[in-house]
């Protein structure tokens, strides 16, 4: 079982949908959440990354982190035709000397 | 401008032929690291580097060398030994204390064919 699972996707919703991506993890040492876009054919970029459980908002993208149920949600309110691209889930742990572990990604389609 | 490169973008290689693929950074991090992305997939890690010198492999390192003399620069050689090379590859660097956030550079599509 590999520690991180991401909702596999693809993903497709309506211009202005509210959207949710969605992992779990098993390693309960796992201390920073992060989320990452990658557009097709190009390199992931850092979307927000949270500390502990609790919510963080940035614009129109939300990231939560349950650490008791040792679940994260990214949610993107408003989604636009920009927003389709992968979406990647990652986490680190202090004591793994911040070695990232990432899900596989959601692919999101976002129809104008 | 701070950030990662890598080069070249495309690459082209026959079968049987060792190639070097280029990451530098002027992010002045300490950890640098390699995946490779099949088309559908997520990251695999091949190598990782936190420190000058010093580096460790990674879920998939088989078929696959680096070295990291300098802080700035951490080359992945693919060689011949790798059964399936044809990838996209991607390094990426991190700081050294937490949240160790990981910024990416623009890949590399390799082809062997």
């Known amino acids: 079982q590999k520690e991180v699972e991401q909702d596999p996707g693809p993903l497709s919703v309506p211009e202005g949908a509210i959207v949710s991506l969605n992992c779990t993890y098993s390693n309960s040492a796992f201390q920073y959440f992060m989320w990452y876009r990658q557009y097709s054919r190009k390199g992931p970029e850092l979307l927000m990354y949270t500390y502990s459980s609790g919510n963080k908002e940035d614009g129109r993208f939300t990231a939560q982190v349950d650490k008791s149920s040792k679940y994260i949600s990214l949610f993107i309110r408003d989604s636009q035709p920009s927003d389709s691209a992968t979406y990647l889930c990652a986490m680190s742990a202090q004591t793994n000397a911040g070695k990232s572990t990432f899900g596989d990604g959601t692919t999101l389609t976002v129809k104008p | 401008d701070g950030g990662i490169t890598q080069s070249p973008k495309y690459l082209f290689r026959k079968e049987g032929q060792n190639v070097t693929l280029s990451c530098e950074q002027n992010?002045?991090?300490?950890?640098m690291y390699w995946y490779r992305q099949d088309p559908g997939q997520g990251l695999r890690l091949i190598y990782y580097s936190q420190i000058v010198n010093d580096f460790q492999k990674g879920d998939i390192a088989e078929g696959y060398s680096v070295s990291r003399e300098k802080k700035e620069s951490f080359p992945l050689t693919v060689t011949s030994a790798q059964k399936n090379p044809t990838a996209f590859y991607l390094c990426a660097s991190s700081g050294a204390s937490g949240p160790y956030e990981q910024y990416f550079g623009p890949g590399t599509r390799l082809t062997v064919t």
């Open positions: 992010l002045n991090h300490d950890a």
